[in-house]
Nanobody
């Protein structure tokens, strides 16, 4: 089992910045792909960005150029730097830990962007 703890969510004004942190513990793996998904009210959960141990990233078009994902060398921490946020970025952000198809989810952290 892998446990994920997210932090960093909150209220931010449009155009501002926020940094999300996710820390994994338990049966972590260097083969894991870690990332962030989000779910806005009334919408399906969607990919924001993921990163693998070798640094390869997959970033949604809607946040490219504004959000940056990074990880640590132990593959147990992932960070999402959110810049120039918009009202449409308002959502619950979930940390995801994918080990060869087996997925673990954090409890989610709410990001609210005020206009």
């Amino acid at each position: 089992q892998v446990q994920l703890v997210e932090s960093g969510g909150g209220l931010v004004q449009a155009g501002g910045s926020l940094r999300l942190t996710c820390v994994a513990s338990g049966s972590t793996s260097m083969a894991a792909v870690i990332g962030w998904y989000r779910q806005a009210p009334g919408k399906q959960r969607e990919l924001v960005a993921t990163i693998s141990r070798d640094g390869r990233t997959n970033v949604a078009d809607s946040v490219k150029g504004r959000f940056t994902i990074s990880g640590d060398n132990s593959n147990t921490g992932v960070y999402l730097q959110m810049n120039t946020v918009r009202a449409e970025d308002t959502a619950v952000y979930y940390c995801n830990y994918n080990v060869l198809g087996r997925q673990y989810w954090g409890q989610g952290t709410l990001v609210t962007v005020s206009s």
